[in-house]
């Protein structure tokens, strides 16, 4: 969204050296204009909106590392899948569960700093564990799983009144 712009004027906006979206402005000089960025790594970006006028006004957004992980609970000895965006450019990505190092290959940020990896839940008692991806550059983001026990059954009284059965040991 923007202000101060010429009325009805058509609004470009640049980030990164491309066009990200276009707008028309209201009579009031406002607009409001969507797109979509072409980079996910991790940093400051310059975004530049300009009138057919010639005014213009400059903002920034920062990117900052973050990780999805697919399913987030789960027993010991099944795949998960962890996803990234927000990490620096064609890195190693080093991946830990609980502080210790995780096999999953060899993995690094493609050139918008997102990547993609899958890894076997390692031997842990049920409760919650952090997942920690790092890129070379030292940025991080974190997730937390959840191990639970198999086979977890909920056991609850039916009986709404009355006595136990005389035959119940």
């Known amino acids: 969204t923007g202000s101060g712009f010429a009325p009805d004027s058509t609004i ?3 980030s990164n050296g491309g066009q990200v979206a276009t ?17 996910s790594a991790v940093g400051s970006w310059a975004v530049l909106a300009s009138d057919s006028l010639g005014n213009s006004a ?5 990117i900052t590392p973050s990780i999805v992980l697919n ?4 027993i010991v000895g099944d795949l998960a899948a962890i996803s990234g965006y927000g990490f620096a450019p ?3 990505i080093t991946v830990e569960y609980n502080g210790q190092a995780l096999a999953v290959g060899s993995v690094s940020s493609d050139r918008s700093g997102s990547f993609a990896a899958s890894f076997t839940i390692p031997a842990s008692i ?4 952090t997942v920690l991806a790092s890129d070379s550059s030292g940025n991080s983001a974190s997730a937390t799983f959840t191990v639970g026990v198999p086979g977890d059954i909920t056991i609850r009284n039916s009986l709404s009144s009355g006595s136990v059965p005389s035959d119940w040991n």
């Open 58 to 62: 400059p903002a920034t957004f920062t």
């Open 23 to 39: 707008s028309t402005c209201y009579d009031n000089g406002e607009f409001t204009a969507y797109g979509s960025v072409q980079t």
């Open 90 to 92: 064609s890195s190693a």
């Open 126 to 129: 049920p409760g919650s564990y």
């Open 71 to 74: 399913p987030t609970g789960g």
């Open 12 to 14: 470009t906006v640049v």
